[in-house]
């Protein structure tokens, strides 16, 4: 709509510049003219206009000289060049540099008007879609995702070495540890973050769906094909494609993905015609992929094309010193979400949360949180707000059993991660009574009170 727009008018016709202003005015815009371009490149290093219009004869600095500091310093905004001396090259040149439109004097006023609301709109599409970009690059940065643990600082390291390039890479964890999240903060941190990210799940859509929603197909090709249709591969093109779950992908799938991989461009089903492809691929599994091109579930080619750098997410069990700063953030989102009081989780509950196996990783504890919140009574969750089966899961839990990887490990801060977890559980279980959390160990309680001070547990 008209209403606030601002329009910054220029025209050395003093006569034309006012009665062009007037109506404006009145047609609900807010207006600023100048007579000069000098005037006008002051005015606009001040503030910002939704649209321009400019005379394309100027004295000095011409109405193509403001197009084009327009076009360096705010590419987003729109131009109208207006001239008495209708001419096709300059017509032509000033499309050429960028103008959304060239009208000549005399001109008709509803056409004008037409013109002018139809710039206003382009303007506030273009601003708004660049928000949306600023905000998904906002919420996609490293930062956001939350983890200063040893496991979590190794990957955002592997990360932020596989951004610059447009290397493929194959996303390993269990479910609910956050793969489609690293993928897209890679994807938004990438010199593709301003071309689509596209995600498709391979194990939730039907095998003889799958080809069509990846390669899409066109009218005619198959019973139900009542229209062309583009796939996820064309969507993404010149940004990335994101396969989740891979491993769920049919085998003769796998051979087209592979000549895609190979060739840089697929055909529709149905099409001869080649579409060339520009993508990144980042796929992700939760199955182990080597040992199903052992038992010949998945082609032994197409693994080496995806695995090409692989990132490892580790569970919630492996990064327990990461569970504190993951409560608090999922607090403070859901309740934000839901339009509640902060609340907060109690240092009981923590505990029981912090000794809790969480094999439903990162996912489960958001569902979690998000329950305990929703039906909450105070302002501080307790133990007895937690899901009942929370607590009675936790002597039940998988012990931890830590693995020295090809990169090593630091096996002091892993041994103190399990006394950490070993003593969380006793205490727990012995109601916070440190002589009973002792027992359980079958240590001193002195000791128990000296190791609790050196793992900084104490409340």
Not at 269 to 292: F, H, M, P, V, Y
Not at 325 to 352: H, P, S
Not at 399 to 415: E, H, K
Request: aromatic letters at 6%; hydrophobic letters at 40%; charged letters at 25%.
């Amino acid at each position: 709509m008209s209403q606030n727009a601002k329009i910054l008018l220029i025209d050395d016709e003093l006569e034309s510049c006012k009665a062009l202003s007037t109506l404006l005015v009145k047609s609900g815009y807010i207006v600023d003219s100048c007579n000069s371009g000098e005037a006008a490149i002051i005015l606009l290093k001040q503030q910002s206009f939704d649209l321009i219009i400019s005379d394309l004869v100027l004295p000095g600095i011409t109405g193509i000289d403001i197009l084009r500091w327009v076009k360096e310093h705010s590419p987003e905004t729109c131009v109208i060049l207006i001239t008495g001396k209708a001419s096709t090259d300059t017509a032509v040149e000033a499309m050429r540099a960028g103008a959304l439109d060239y009208i000549t004097k005399p001109f008709n006023v509803e056409r004008l008007k037409v013109k002018i609301t139809k710039a206003v709109e382009k303007n506030r599409l273009v601003l708004e879609n660049k928000y949306l970009r600023q905000q998904l690059h906002g919420r996609y940065r490293f930062d956001n995702i939350i983890g200063t643990s040893q496991a979590m600082q190794q990957v955002f390291i592997r990360m932020e070495k596989v951004t610059g390039t447009d290397s493929t890479i194959l996303i390993l964890g269990a479910s609910g540890t956050g793969k489609e999240l690293v993928a897209k903060a890679i994807h938004y941190n990438s010199p593709r973050k301003n071309d689509p990210f596209i995600a498709i799940n391979c194990g939730a859509i039907p095998a003889d769906l799958l080809e069509s929603e990846l390669f899409g197909h066109i009218k005619g090709s198959f019973t139900g094909a009542i229209a062309d249709k583009p796939g996820k591969l064309e969507a993404a093109n010149g940004g990335t494609i994101f396969l989740d779950e891979i491993g769920d992908m049919p085998h003769q799938l796998q051979v087209k993905l592979l000549r895609v991989l190979q060739e840089h461009e697929f055909e529709r089903i149905g099409s001869t015609e080649k579409i060339k492809l520009n993508i990144r691929l980042i796929s992700a599994t939760n199955t182990d992929l080597e040992e199903q091109v052992k038992t010949g579930k998945f082609r032994e080619d197409l693994y080496y094309r995806l695995n090409v750098i692989p990132i490892q997410l580790p569970t919630l069990k492996e990064r327990r010193s990461d569970i504190p700063q993951l409560v608090r953030y999922f607090c403070e989102k859901i309740c934000k979400e839901m339009k509640r009081e902060q609340i907060t989780i109690g240092v009981d509950a923590l505990k029981v949360m912090e000794s809790y196996a969480w094999p439903g990783n990162v996912r489960e504890m958001e569902n979690i949180i998000e329950r305990t919140i929703a039906l909450a009574d105070s302002s501080v969750v307790c133990p007895a707000d937690l899901p009942a089966d929370l607590c009675g899961k936790i002597a039940q839990s998988d012990p931890f059993s830590p693995q020295v990887t090809a990169d090593g490990i630091d096996m002091n801060f892993t041994i103190a991660g399990i006394e950490r977890e070993l003593i969380q559980q006793a205490m727990v279980l012995g109601k916070g009574v440190k002589a009973r959390a002792a027992e359980l160990l079958n240590i001193n309680r002195t000791t128990l009170v000296e190791k609790i001070k050196r793992l900084g547990m104490e409340n």
